[in-house]
């Protein structure tokens, strides 16, 4: 996963992102307006390969150096979308986050009923590279649920299951705890992460999802993170997942510095599906 620029070029708009200016679309949208030169020359479309010796301009000032790409553990908390904006007005992870925080996008994303760990990171490329099963990294999560749990049954899903015409890849569900009549605790371990799997798959089986917590992403792991905190991967462990060798699914581990003070806004509950990840900046 080497994150250099490539020597052929890259699209001015993917350029212009990884520089910490704006999302894509909204590069997009700059050159639409006339605000991007290329080599002195102004552009009106983003269909522009550049290379590093091509000189860049938006609003006459030169593009910032390429930043190196950082990666974020968040805490999500239940009841938030994972969306820069929603239509219904439901509160979002990014209204939550940190005001210091450089504009980020989310690896994936979790449903709003969901909770646990969620990486964010200032490079979309790497967020997209991050999010696709090719990685091999795991989604490891702590699924509560109610209903009559069938080991046999649980044992089945690393065959891969369908349920309802989509075909869901091998996933391991070992029971943690069950207690007649109750809930019983399941870790569900998988490396599609489609859309709603686990309680899709879990409603399959019979049982009903009443609490979900991702507890790991890869290498990258919930640990004792605060409900709602923020805090920033190493240099060197992003370095070493994301350098010139391809990432390495069993390792763990994350920084330890000082987790990033909280909003202070008080979470909402709400209820429905997350919407695709999103880009984040402060004003």
Request: glycine letters at 10%; charged letters at 30%; hydrophobic letters at 35%.
């Amino acid at each position: 996963m080497n994150d250099a620029p490539s020597q052929e070029g890259e699209r001015i708009a993917k350029v212009m992102a990884r520089a910490g200016l704006c999302s894509r679309r909204e590069a997009e949208r700059w050159i639409a307006a006339g605000r991007v030169t290329l080599n002195g020359e102004t552009i009106t479309g983003p269909a522009v390969t550049v290379t590093p010796d091509d000189r860049i301009t938006v609003d006459g000032q030169a593009l910032p150096e390429r930043e190196p790409t950082r990666i974020w553990r968040y805490h999500k908390p239940a009841g938030l979308v994972t969306t820069n904006r929603d239509p219904q007005g439901r509160p979002t992870v990014f209204d939550e986050l940190p005001p210091d925080l450089p504009r980020v996008v989310t690896v994936g994303r979790l449903d709003v009923g969901s909770e646990g760990l969620l990486l964010l990171t200032n490079d979309g490329a790497t967020a997209r590279r991050l999010e696709l099963p090719a990685t091999g990294w795991r989604r490891r999560y702590r699924v509560r649920v109610h209903g009559g749990v069938d080991t046999k049954a649980l044992k089945a899903l690393e065959n891969g299951v369908t349920v309802e015409g989509i075909r869901y890849a091998p996933i391991t569900a070992t029971l943690e705890r069950d207690q007649a009549g109750s809930n019983a605790w399941i870790t569900v371990t998988l490396t599609e992460g489609k859309n709603r799997e686990v309680r899709r798959v879990m409603q399959h089986l019979g049982l009903h999802v009443n609490r979900l917590i991702r507890v790991g992403f890869g290498p990258f792991q919930l640990g004792t993170l605060a409900r709602g905190a923020v805090e920033e991967i190493s240099p060197r462990l992003v370095a070493e997942q994301l350098g010139s060798g391809p990432a390495t699914p069993g390792r763990q581990g994350w920084a330890k510095a000082k987790p990033r003070r909280r909003s202070g806004k008080k979470h909402t509950r709400a209820s429905g599906a997350g919407r695709k990840n999103a880009d984040h900046r402060r004003p």
